[in-house]
């Protein structure tokens, strides 16, 4: 079966960083695009990156220049490099991977505040 595990959701202050990663497993992982969405109570989840099989990255608006994604397809791995974090990041944080057919992950939390 198909999982995608997240972790590395923390809380921490503005402007701190944080690194999140998503394992993947019962898929092939190269054939796969794979990203990271975001969503917070009553809000509609939105694409915060995608890394293509390819490489390509694509990023919100919202956090170009902070946020770096990257896959490792030896480690079957995703990441998210949080950096200049803001409140607005505040948000459950989910892992995609996405082939026609979509898997997701169960999400980790990622809190910024003082």
């Known amino acids: 079966q198909v999982q995608l595990v997240e972790s590395g959701g923390d809380l921490v202050q503005p402007g701190g960083s944080l690194r999140l990663s998503c394992a993947a497993s019962g898929i092939i992982f190269s054939q796969y695009d794979m990203g990271w969405y975001r969503q917070n109570p009553g809000k509609q989840r939105e694409l915060v990156a995608l890394?293509?099989?390819?490489?390509?990255?694509i990023y919100s608006n919202s956090v170009t220049g902070r946020f770096t994604i990257s896959r490792d397809n030896a480690k079957n791995t995703i990441y998210l490099q949080m950096n200049s974090l803001k409140p607005e990041d505040t948000a459950v944080y989910y892992c995609?991977?996405?082939?026609?057919?979509?898997?997701w992950g169960q999400g980790t939390q990622v809190t910024v505040s003082s």
């Open positions: 890394v293509t099989i390819s490489t390509t990255t």
């Open positions: 995609l991977a996405r082939r026609g057919q979509d898997y």
